[in-house]
Every structure is written in C-alpha cells, then in structure tokens.
C-alpha cells in the first residue's frame, strides 16, 4: 500500500532540493495535424498516463525480487515485525517456511503483484514531459516534425507552483525497483524519473498530477497552462503560411509572449 500522503510530501520534498531546474521548460510539437495545434490554439496540455510513452522501460521498471539469504533475511524481520513474542529458533523456523512458499519464488505471482501496482499507477497519474533547453536538435528532428513544428517554452516556477517536478535522473542500462529495498514513496519516484542513460539526449525535465487513490479522468488530465506560457520558438524548416499561423494565433492570445525564429 503506498504511504500516507504527509510521508510522500515529505519524501518529494526532500528530492526536490536536489532539483536542477531552469527558469524556463520545453514542449517541442508538430503542427502538420489539427491536433497539434491545440496547445496554442487552446491553451490546454495533457499529462499523459505513464503507459503511453514509447519506451517499453519508461514508468514500468522491471523489479527484482529477493532470492536466497535475502529471501531468508525479508522473512526473518517479517517475523520480527509481526510475531513478536517467538524466539529466535521460531522466528528462523517461520522464515524457512515462507521461503519454501514465497510467492516471490513464483514469477506468476509476482507478475501479477506487478501488474497490479502497474495498473493502478497508470491510472493515478498523468505525467508531463518537457525539455531543458530549446536547441535538441534530436527533439527537433523527431518531436518537431523535421524542424518544420515549434517549441512552446514554459515558466518553470509558475509550473512547479502548482505540481511536482524534478529532472530525469538517468542510469546506466535500465534502471530497476528493489521489492525489498525500495519503500514504496520511493518506487513512485523512481517509476516516473528514472531512465535509461539512452534517452539522456532529450534532457528532460517532468512534472506529474496523482490521483491519491482515485482513477484520473481525461478531464483531470487535460491542464490549462496559458498562463505558463513565456516563448515560443519556430522550427528553422517551418512554412512560411505555418509561421504566420503561429504568429496570429501568440499576438492574439498569448500577450507578451516572444517569438523566436
């Protein structure tokens, strides 16, 4: 079961003074669809479920369970914990049997001891990605349409007034969930900012909305951030008509907000 939200509050707050944020967030999107415009046109973005992201790794880290002398060692202070008046020949004795029958031995149960804590997760929260700076030129190619899209850049504190966010942390290979050593506040954590070194290229930088127990809506979802908004910058393939599109659509919503072509 997760933690009391005060514990998680606690945790996120400790994570977070270790945060390397700039003053200003990247969104970089196509604008050949009708779909993708609507960020400017509306205003509105969406933090995504976590099972949407292309990575196979990305919020569903594999997770190791224990084996041997640890397996024994979980279930030596399991007993200590819940069995408090038994010696110490009861409390090995209680240990050795639970190792026989674990069902962390039995990869059936524990994928469906994953698939639950997936599912729920999935459905609780919504997690938005964005970028450190505007000049990825990977984002650029693949996010952006071939630099013919744009880049939306937001006010990273008015966003961190509102949600929580951090950098993505990147690790070696992929990174993994102890059972064991992982509290749980901290599998949470570990689920939406921790990612492969492969992807460190996009340096990015998240936020994300938690349901607290409950299913999150599409409309719980979808954000009105307009008010985030400080730049926008074009993509260097970008029409000519695309540009002018854009530019109609800042003068007439977005007040001060820069252009940068």
């Not at 901290?186 to 938690?210: D, G, Q, T, V």
């Amino acid at each position: 079961n997760l933690k009391t939200m005060e514990s998680y509050n606690d945790f996120l707050s400790i994570l977070q003074r270790h945060d390397d944020r700039p003053s200003v967030l990247y969104k970089y999107r196509k604008w050949d669809k009708e779909n993708n415009k609507d960020l400017l046109r509306t205003g509105m973005i969406v933090f995504s479920r976590p099972d949407s992201f292309e990575d196979l790794f990305d919020c569903h880290l594999p997770e190791i369970y224990p084996r041997g002398i640890e397996l024994l060692n979980y279930y030596m202070k399991d007993s200590s914990e819940k069995n408090k008046h038994f010696t110490e020949r009861q409390h090995f004795k209680y240990a050795m049997y639970w190792c026989l029958h674990s069902p962390m031995r039995d990869s059936s149960q524990t994928n469906l001891i994953d698939e639950y804590f997936w599912t729920r997760f999935n459905e609780e929260h919504g997690i938005l990605c964005l970028c450190k700076t505007a000049d990825i030129n990977e984002m650029w190619e693949k996010y952006a349409n071939q630099s013919k899209g744009y880049c939306v850049g937001f006010d990273a504190q008015k966003l961190s007034s509102q949600f929580f966010g951090h950098e993505v942390i990147y690790c070696p290979g992929i990174p993994t969930i102890d059972f064991v050593k992982d509290p749980d506040d901290l599998k949470i954590i570990k689920e939406i900012f921790y990612k492969s070194n492969w992807w460190a290229f996009e340096k990015e930088y998240r936020y994300f909305k938690r349901g607290h127990g409950t299913m999150l809506t599409d409309e719980d979802r979808l954000v009105d951030i307009a008010n985030f908004i400080r730049e926008v910058h074009l993509g260097k393939n970008m029409s000519l008509e695309d540009r002018n599109e854009i530019k109609e659509i800042v003068a007439k919503k977005y007040y001060g907000v820069d252009i940068i072509e």
